[in-house]
């Protein structure tokens, strides 16, 4: 009996950054305006920045739309506008405006990742991965290009490809954050456990817990590599973490569920199926509420689980 599937859902922190990306959600790199010994005017560009960092979005782009229109610095308003069209998940818009900046400036050293980026979002992998590939030939230590990269690799279904892209990104680790990190290694054992390369999936799952221990991600995929494995009581231990720090998890309770099944532990095994049932329906997930109870039911019929 296998586990459902492993978490591809990328972990939200406040507005989306790429979504659970920050859902990048994978951060967006903002770029410094350069000020002369002479202070210069608070230009409608500098306006638009304070604004996007303090995550006034609408205001930021009246103000970027201000600085396209004053014809300075105008692939830089477009780029922003990009970025802040990426921040408001309307990744449509975040092209047009690439291309816009793209076209004042061909070789602008923001607005091809963030094309690269808001393609991905649009499911459009190819461009995504020829936009990043052009970028990273400027740019050949751009970290966070080739973990995007892989992304887009892997959704296109080349996991071999993805797993190549990121590496690639660690080798330019130095410039990600801790929570960048875990994403990444994350995404790398997810990479390998499509492989079938389970040692290799448990490492980097180790490694994306021991860069962030509040990541319930990576607690979560470790849990099922954990099983595949048959190493049952550290899946319940990654799990029961998952559910530390998110008590609403339902898959957590259903995937739990399942081991503890297995280990004979039947009472905790229906709890388990009839917490992840009321949680899937409370969420709307009315197929895995009934997958849940189903599950309950079977095990209500069985001989070996009464009394």
Request: include cysteine; charged fraction near 15%.
């Amino acid at each position: 009996m296998s586990l459902p599937t492993f978490w591809r859902k990328r972990k939200k922190v406040g507005k989306p950054l790429l979504g659970k990306l920050v859902s990048l959600f994978l951060v967006l790199v903002t770029w410094g305006v350069m000020e002369g010994a002479i202070a210069a005017p608070y230009s409608p560009l500098k306006q638009g920045i304070e604004a996007l960092q303090q995550q006034h979005y609408e205001a930021a782009l009246q103000h970027f739309a201000a600085a396209a229109e004053s014809g300075q610095t105008v692939g830089d308003a477009y780029s922003y506008q990009c970025l802040t069209f990426l921040m408001l998940n309307k990744p449509q818009q975040a092209t047009e405006h690439c291309q816009a900046a793209l076209k004042v400036d061909a070789e602008h050293p923001q607005a091809r990742f963030y094309q690269g980026l808001a393609h991905y979002r649009l499911g459009q992998f190819e461009a995504a991965i020829a936009a990043l590939n052009h970028h990273l030939a400027a740019h050949p230590d751009d970290s966070r290009a080739y973990y995007n990269c892989g992304l887009a690799k892997f959704a296109q279904g080349d996991v071999r490809g993805a797993i190549a892209q990121y590496h690639q990104a660690l080798t330019y680790a130095a410039a990600l954050t801790t929570m960048e990190m875990s994403n990444l290694y994350n995404d790398l054992g997810v990479a390998y456990w499509a492989t079938d390369a389970m040692p290799e999936a448990k490492f980097a799952l180790d490694q994306a817990v021991a860069m962030d221990t509040q990541d319930t991600r990576a607690y979560f995929n470790r849990g099922c590599i954990c099983h595949h494995l048959g190493h049952y009581q550290a899946a319940l231990q990654n799990f029961e973490q998952v559910l530390a720090l998110d008590p609403h998890h339902a898959s957590t309770y259903l995937n739990r569920g399942i081991v503890q099944q297995q280990l004979g532990n039947l009472s905790a095994a229906q709890q388990d199926y009839q917490t992840a049932a009321e949680q899937f329906r409370q969420q709307g997930d009315l197929t895995h509420a009934q997958q849940a109870q189903l599950r309950w039911h079977q095990l209500q019929k069985s001989p070996a689980a009464v009394g």
